[in-house]
C-alpha cells in the first residue's frame, strides 16, 4: 500500500537510513499526495525536537495514546492494539511514534467535542506546513484550505458552531463554505470578511506586503490604521497592502498603509491565476525582482539562499513545477547571468 510504503521511508529518513532512491521515492509520494504533507511535517518537527533517549519511551506513549482514543470512543482493531514486548530497532520505534501522533491528529482534528472541554482545548487548533511541503485541510465547517510552504494556520474554539475565526502566517487558498456565520480571517495587517468565496491570501511574516487576491464571490478586507475604510473585492480583483514604513527609530510609523487595488495576473496558459499556481504545485513569477524571488525559493525548496546584492534587482520571469532546486537555478540561468554553489542546504548565488 503506498500510504504504508510512505510511512516507512518517511521513518527511514528521520533515522537516517533512507538512501537518495528512497528519498526521491518520498518525495514523489508527498507530491501525489499532498494531504499527507501536514502528518509528516508535524512529526518532523516532534522528532527534531525531543532528544534521542526519548524515543525508548515510544511504546508506552503509543499505549497511552491508543487508551486515550479508546475513552473517545473510539474502536481499534486487534491488530492496531498489539504491540511487541521489546522493540529494538530505532526505525520500529519511530513508526509506533508516527502511528501515535497521527491518531491523535485525527482525533484532535474529527473527534474532540466542545461540550465538557478542558483549558487545553479551548486554545487555537495550528496547522503548520514545512518549508519545501504543501498540503490540503479540511476546517470543521468543511471550507477547504491550500497551505503553501512554511505557512500557519490557526483556528478558533467551536470553529463552524459560534464563529468562523482563522489566522494566516504565509500563503492560503481558502475555498469557504458559505453559511449565515461569516468566515473572518486575520492576516499580516489585513482582516479580510467572507460569508463563501475563493480567494488566495499571501501574509508571510518577513514579506513587505500583504495580497488578497479574490476568484469567484465577494470578500471584504480592511486594512490596518485605516479604520472607517473597507475595500469590496469582485472576482479577479487583488489588493496589495505595503507594510507601514519604519522611522529613524526602527518603530512602525502611526501613517496609513500603501492599498494598491489591481486585477490578478493570468498566467501565458491562462488556466490558471498566477497568483493561485501554487495550488497545482507551479511556482509562477512574472518580472520580479531576484531580491524578492529568494524567500519564495527558500520556501518552495526548503533551503537557505545567500543572493550577491549586486543581483537583487535583476529581473526574473518563469514557471517551476517539480524540479529540483539545482534543475530550478539552472533554468534561471538561461535569462540571467548568474553562478551558485550548493553545500547541503544552502546555496550561495554570486554574479
Known amino acids: ?13 528521520l533515522s537516517g537510513e533512507a538512501n537518495t532512491i528512497e528519498m526521491a521515492e518520498l518525495e514523489q509520494l508527498l507530491r501525489q499526495n499532498p494531504d499527507w504533507g501536514y502528518a509528516a511535517s508535524q512529526i518532523e518537527n516532534i522528532w527534531k525536537q525531543r532528544p534521542q533517549t526519548e524515543l525508548l519511551n515510544a511504546e508506552l506513549a503509543y499505549e497511552l495514546h491508543l487508551e486515550m482514543m479508546q475513552q473517545k470512543g473510539i474502536s481499534f482493531s486487534e491488530n492496531t492494539t498489539q504491540s511487541s514486548p521489546k522493540i529494538k530497532s530505532r526505525r520500529v520505534w519511530l ?28 486554545r487555537w487548533h495550528e496547522v503548520a506546513v ?23 494556520l490557526k483556528y478558533a474554539p467551536h470553529f463552524g458552531i459560534t464563529n468562523r475565526n482563522v489566522q494566516l502566517d504565509g500563503e492560503g487558498f481558502f475555498e469557504v463554505r458559505k453559511m449565515k456565520i461569516p468566515l473572518v480571517l486575520r492576516a499580516g495587517n489585513v482582516r479580510i470578511k467572507v460569508l463563501g468565496t475563493a480567494f488566495n491570501v499571501r501574509a508571510y511574516a518577513g514579506d513587505d506586503q500583504t495580497e488578497t487576491s479574490l476568484i469567484r464571490g465577494k470578500v471584504e478586507v480592511e ?48 488556466l490558471v491565476a498566477e497568483e493561485t499556481a501554487w495550488v497545482q504545485n507551479r511556482l509562477v513569477f512574472q518580472n520580479e525582482t531576484f531580491a524578492s524571488l529568494v524567500p519564495r525559493l527558500e520556501r518552495w525548496y526548503n533551503v537557505r539562499i545567500v543572493l550577491d546584492s549586486r543581483l537583487r534587482n535583476e529581473r526574473l520571469s518563469g514557471t517551476l513545477e517539480i524540479e529540483s532546486v539545482q534543475k530550478a537555478l539552472e533554468a534561471l540561468q538561461l535569462t540571467t547571468s548568474f553562478r551558485f554553489r550548493i553545500q547541503q542546504d544552502s546555496i550561495t548565488i554570486t554574479q
Not at 97 to 106: D, F, K
Not at 133 to 149: F, G, I, K, Q
Open 1 to 13: 500500500m503506498p500510504h504504508n510504503r510512505f510511512w516507512n521511508l518517511l521513518a527511514k529518513k
Open 95 to 122: 513508526i509506533a511514534g508516527c502511528a501515535a501522533v497521527t491518531l491523535t491528529a485525527v482525533a484532535a482534528l474529527f473527534f474532540l467535542k466542545p461540550s465538557g472541554a478542558t483549558p487545553q482545548q479551548q
Open 130 to 152: 514545512q518549508a519545501g511541503t504543501r498540503t490540503r485541510m479540511l476546517l470543521p465547517d468543511s471550507s477547504v484550505v491550500y497551505l503553501n510552504a512554511g505557512s500557519t
Open 223 to 270: 486594512v490596518d490604521n485605516r479604520p472607517g475604510e473597507r475595500f469590496l473585492l469582485l472576482p479577479s480583483e487583488k489588493i496589495i497592502v505595503k507594510q507601514t514604513p519604519k522611522n529613524n527609530t526602527g518603530k512602525a510609523a502611526m501613517q496609513p498603509r500603501a492599498v494598491i487595488l489591481t486585477a490578478i495576473t493570468p498566467t501565458k496558459d491562462s
